[in-house]
């Protein structure tokens, strides 16, 4: 079914599905060790997700902040903390673009630095992929032929294929017996903690803020360009979507989100075309926040890693790809750097190193 520019049809359900990689760990993270209110977690992700396909008539993904969701679960943040820490960050992102400073860094950003972003990235969900994979390589390898044979399949796609597999998988092995039905729950207004502004900031947001600039800003407006050569969305305007987002989202159970060059990939690489994509994923989080709420953590605890893992390894593989448009150049070096200085410590120092190496080493102007 088409509706003017928006598509609904069984490739943009299985794009929709694309960026459940990244989705799923950190959601049970955050669900099952912060104590986050899975329904506000689902709804209100839900909602971004059929906001955002609207205002920007593309797939585009809405995901967790790696960084803040990683040392939240780590540190086993309070429920209240984890909501501060996107109202923060929505603040810093709504100033960068309203101000103007998220083109100037964009200006000043130099391709090889994102393209370093996008290889490391595919490299780290790669690694993770295969992590996912090893606790059942059996499946996970038979995830991976699903995904060759099926992946361009119009009326079964790989990603559905999959699904469909892991909710079997689940029934067999008897994991969904806590899973089910008990009433309607709607989101609820929560509480913000300021105390813990700078802690929040200490422990992961200023981490975060590189990533994010480079990977959910940069990185991904790059890649809609490479993907949808007819279209651009700018660096401003993602970073003013995120920022509207989280000083929003947290006040009813929202969790800190961003956009992304991974989730992107994920989503085109399984056969989103259309912000249809964005749609559908948003009325199927909507939709297990409201009606399983209760059971939710079960329920996405139960799915089978190594199904998750191969979808992971794919989407790493089509980020990686574009080191087939590096030229051996003095460029080059700079996308060394950046990748091994994001695999050895994190995208962060990657991108610092990046920079330091296109503009000092190499004595480089602005790029052009």
């Not at 092995?173 to 089910?180: R, Y």
Request: hydrophobic letters at 55%.
């Amino acid at each position: 079914m088409k509706i003017g520019d928006l598509e609904f049809n069984l490739r943009e359900l299985a794009g929709s599905m694309g960026d459940f990689g990244t989705l799923l760990p950190l959601a049970i993270g955050y669900i099952t060790v912060c104590g986050i209110n899975p329904t506000g977690l689902l709804v209100m992700m839900g909602l971004a997700n059929i906001a955002t396909g609207l205002v920007y008539r593309l797939p585009m993904p809405i995901e967790p902040m790696k960084v803040l969701a990683i040392m939240a679960i780590a540190q086993a943040w309070t429920p209240e903390k984890v909501y501060t820490s996107g109202i923060v960050m929505g603040i810093i992102w709504l100033g960068m673009g309203i101000t103007g400073a998220m083109s100037f860094v964009a200006r000043w950003m130099p391709k090889t630095v994102v393209t370093g972003i996008q290889i490391s990235l595919g490299f780290l969900l790669a690694i993770q992929g295969i992590k996912f994979m090893s606790g059942w390589w059996l499946l996970g390898l038979t995830s991976l032929v699903v995904i060759v044979i099926l992946r361009e399949n119009r009326y079964f796609p790989a990603a559905i294929a999959l699904v469909i597999l892991g909710i079997v998988i689940m029934v067999v092995k008897g994991n969904l017996s806590g899973v089910g039905y008990q009433g309607i729950t709607l989101p609820s207004l929560v509480k913000i903690q300021p105390e813990s502004i700078w802690p929040v900031l200490r422990d992961g947001g200023l981490a975060q803020i590189p990533l994010t600039a480079t990977n959910a800003v940069i990185a991904t407006s790059a890649l809609i360009s490479q993907y949808w050569p007819d279209r651009r969305v700018s660096e401003r305007h993602l970073s003013i979507n995120m920022g509207l987002m989280n000083i929003t989202l947290p006040f009813f159970g929202g969790m800190p989100l961003c956009h992304g060059a991974g989730g992107l990939a994920g989503q085109y690489y399984f056969g989103a075309r259309t912000a249809g994509a964005n749609i559908i994923e948003g009325l199927i989080e909507i939709s297990l926040g409201l009606f399983l709420g209760a059971s939710i953590a079960v329920l996405f605890a139960a799915f089978p890693m190594s199904i998750v893992g191969a979808m992971m390894l794919m989407v790493g593989f089509e980020l990686m790809k574009f080191a087939r448009e590096l030229k051996l150049d003095k460029g080059l070096a700079a996308v060394i750097v950046t990748v091994a200085g994001s695999i050895v410590w994190n995208m962060a120092v990657g991108f610092l190193l990046g920079l330091a190496v296109h503009y000092i080493l190499l004595r480089k102007g602005k790029p052009q």
